[in-house]
């Protein structure tokens, strides 16, 4: 089902985050002289100051380290209200702002492994998917 | 580490401690506007007398003038500093009647201007210089977090990730919170002890905005709004002015009021990583670099802090400076609210004027009035007694700037 969302940042720095996104694969940005994952995307190193930057796939995995619960409606309307967002710390090292798949408040532990997934989802620019995160372990039907 | 310092101020030097104090402050009426603005929204008219930040600058110019015993020929600086537009410093002078030499354009929140009117009365581009902050986002009816950006103004984490509908400084805090929360297992409504400490100290303050009791049943039933920091976790919005006139202290003596010595500086910004150092480590290296070169530029150590005045944007956030800064042991802030420490009366009084929470969201000048007030020993119920040394922190999402401040000899 599609999710209408808020707009997204949109332009050349920010692009080929949703084109990978859109191959189901999530992207950051490695700068080619120190190594440094920066996120979100920056046109210069914000640790070495080199312009030489390539998007490349990372694991898609990572942890849990916070949580939070929208419950004022910032958007306005453009949320079903309350929602979630939960702070991962991606096994390359960065830290990715998301929402939830197929976890509840109950599940939220600090250090919970998690898998990115894609949403399918729309704002006034279109169509596009976007990452969210779910348990590592696949969820079993209950019995 | 993550930071530069002495990138927006004057690099600290020794050579400027207590050699400039502020000798006039002046504030206008927090809650009788800010009750103004809310009856005007409530009845659905127009705010007819709306504050213009102008207006609200003039009113709180004249008071500090007034305050320092200066008449309006001695101000030859002008420092402005309107966060959300506004005259420039040069407009602002020609309608209070300022023959101003220098005028400085400051940034809006207390990060920097003190240091850069020191440094402009060092370079003798004037000799007394009026630093004023206003801002009218209650009447503009000025909205927070959201859609509406200024890209090329607001930090990257503030509105990079509409799609997930994260947004809005109370959501960086809750983040931070949430992690420190699972980190030293604290209970959901620890915060309660920090929101009715700084309500406490408001109902001590004529002018503070909130003058209702807080009680913990107040607190755990209001409304939340990024959980798991409710409404009374997160600071005011409110029109209102501040002005500090300040001069060399040497000839501060003959005054109104006892001079308010500026003795210390520092600064360190997040260059890398923000959303982790923020989440995370809740700007530690930062708090500890800036912290320790407004020391020691003030030749004073922690031990010597008696009243310590912080940005709190949320409760939360004061965890991150009296931990950040060393004035707690790390999980133990909450404890020590629990115990009073860091109320009036307990070992180190903290926003004793209600801070931004409960007092008025005048983006740290409220603050530094409030140290003016300590340490002049005019601050009535909520005085500090004796007080001789007083901190204040800035730090917002990726910057912290602290000030350290001594009384002068009394007139």
Known sequence: MTERRPNRILGPLHDPFWHHCDREQLALQRCMSCEHRPWPPVATCEQCGSDSLRWEPVSGQGKLLSWCRFDHDYYLGAMPMPYWNIVVELDEGPIFISNPSQLDQSDFVAGLPLRVSFQQCEDEHGPFRLPVFGPLTPVTPQS | ?411
């Open chain 2, 1 to 411: 580490m993550a930071y530069h310092p002495g990138q927006n101020i004057p690099i600290p030097e020794t050579r400027y401690r207590d050699r400039y104090a502020i000798v006039g402050v002046g504030e206008t009426d927090y809650r009788e506007d800010y009750r103004a603005a809310r009856e005007a929204a409530k009845s659905g008219v127009q705010h007819q007398n709306a504050n213009t930040v102008e207006a609200l600058a003039e009113r709180a110019f004249h008071r500090a003038l007034n305050d320092s015993g200066l008449g309006l020929s001695d101000i030859d600086g002008l420092g402005v500093s309107f966060l959300y537009g506004g005259y420039s410093a040069g407009e602002m002078a020609a309608q209070l009647g300022v023959a101003a030499r220098c005028t400085l354009a400051c940034s809006g929140v207390m990060a920097g201007p003190i240091p850069q009117a020191v440094s402009a009365l060092e370079r003798g581009e004037c000799h007394t210089i009026a630093l004023i902050y206003g801002v009218a986002s209650q009447s503009k009816g000025r909205r927070f977090g959201g859609q509406v950006h200024q890209e090329n103004l607001a930090p990257s984490s503030y509105y990079y990730h509409h799609p997930w509908g994260w947004s809005s400084q109370a959501a960086h805090w809750a983040l931070a919170w949430q992690h420190y929360r699972a980190q030293y297992d604290i209970d959901e409504h620890a915060l309660a002890a920090v929101s009715m400490q700084l309500r406490a100290h408001a109902l001590m303050t004529d002018h503070s905005i909130m003058h209702q009791p807080l009680t913990r049943e107040g607190y755990e039933k209001s409304r939340y709004i990024v959980w798991p920091l409710h409404l009374f976790d997160i600071c005011l919005v409110n029109d209102g002015a501040v002005c500090l006139i300040i001069r060399r202290s040497d000839q501060s003596r003959d005054l109104a009021k006892t001079p308010v010595l500026i003795s210390g500086w520092g600064e360190a910004t997040v260059t890398q990583d923000k959303m982790k150092n923020l989440v995370v480590h809740r700007m530690s290296d930062q708090f500890q670099a800036a912290g320790q070169q407004a020391l020691d530029m003030a030749g004073v150590t922690r031990d010597h802090i008696q009243h310590f005045e912080c940005y709190d944007a949320s409760s939360a956030h004061l965890v991150n400076h009296l931990e950040g800064h060393g004035f707690a042991a790390p999980g133990e802030t909450i404890a020590g609210y629990e115990r009073g420490e860091f109320g009036v009366g307990g070992r180190l009084p903290v926003n004793t004027a209600g801070g931004m929470l409960s007092g008025s969201y005048m983006h740290g000048w409220n603050h530094v009035a409030e140290i003016v007030h300590q340490l002049r020993h005019e601050a009535g119920a909520r005085q500090t007694p004796g007080v001789e040394t007083a901190m204040f922190s800035l730090a917002q999402t990726d910057q912290v700037h602290p000030l350290v401040f001594r009384r002068g000899e009394p007139t």
